[in-house]
């Protein structure tokens, strides 16, 4: 299993940002798959997420400003930012999990968002 995230990138602040996250298998093997990030000197917090059904799922901070999605013939999930602030600098991570026979997770190598004013 390999998630390989990209598109990240420096932005000034109010600008808009989309990271994508393609997976080295089908992504309907996967019951669910998150956005993460890490921020200098933070844990890692969830930011949004996806299940195999469609659903979403925002961070309070996120919402309004994120979108998640996927495109699931091209085994690919993205996460379109817009209006960006500083506070959203970090290290924005792929996670996958598969639920049975018990709970697996799998994780990008990250691709850094600076933002800046």
């Known amino acids: 299993v390999q998630l390989v995230e990209s598109g990240g990138g420096l932005v000034l602040a109010g600008g808009s940002l989309k990271l994508s996250c393609a997976t080295s298998?089908?992504?309907?093997?996967?019951?669910?798959m998150n956005w993460y990030r890490q921020a200098p000197g933070k844990q890692r917090e969830l930011v949004a997420t996806?299940?195999?059904?469609?659903?979403?799922n925002y961070a309070d901070f996120v919402k309004g400003r994120f979108t998640i999605s996927k495109d699931s013939p091209k085994n690919m999930m993205y996460l379109q930012m817009n209006s960006l602030t500083p506070e959203d600098t970090g290290v924005y991570f792929c996670?996958?999990?598969?639920?049975?026979?018990?709970?697996?997770?799998?994780w990008g190598q990250g691709t850094q968002v600076t933002v800046f004013s």
């Open positions: 996670n996958a999990e598969r639920w049975a026979p018990r709970m697996s997770q799998y």
């Open positions: 298998g089908s992504i309907f093997w996967y019951n669910a």
């Open positions: 996806i299940t195999l059904g469609g659903t979403t």
